[in-house]
């Protein structure tokens, strides 16, 4: 079992930035890839960005491209996401999660393993 929390949420302003951390436990071997989601009041869950643990290729929204980085330690075995120029539409729950097969995948359905969320609440 792969044991997965994230920290980093909070309020801020439009135009601020937050850093998401995702602490990954237990068997991290078996994940290959690993993503972040969001998910706002009402709206169904939706892909944020994915890397791979290994070569470290990404794959992002459009709605975040050029604003969001993601990125990983691995020897922490800890996954970032790095939000910049934050809008009010990113307020949402993030998600991490972590997937057993070596391709990111933008599905949800297609994820093994999730967090518990953190709050992010942007401000106009």
């Known amino acids: 079992q792969v044991h997965l929390v994230e920290s980093g949420g909070g309020l801020v302003q439009a135009g601020g930035s937050l850093r998401l951390s995702c602490a990954a436990s237990?068997?991290?071997?078996?994940?290959?890839?690993m993503g972040w989601f969001r998910q706002a009041p009402g709206k169904e869950r939706e892909f944020v960005a994915a890397?791979?643990?290994?070569?470290?290729?990404?794959k992002y929204a459009d709605s975040v491209k050029d604003r969001f980085i993601i990125s990983r330690d691995n020897p922490k075995n800890t996954l970032y996401l790095q939000m910049n120029r934050l809008k009010p539409e990113d307020t949402a729950l993030y998600y991490c999660?972590?997937?057993?097969?070596?391709?990111?995948?933008?599905?949800?359905?297609?994820?093994?393993?999730w967090g518990q969320g953190t709050q992010v609440t942007v401000s106009s």
């Open positions: 999660a972590g997937r057993r097969q070596l391709i990111t995948s933008r599905q949800a359905s297609e994820y093994d393993y």
């Open positions: 237990g068997r991290t071997i078996s994940t290959n890839t």
């Open positions: 890397i791979t643990w290994i070569t470290g290729g990404t």
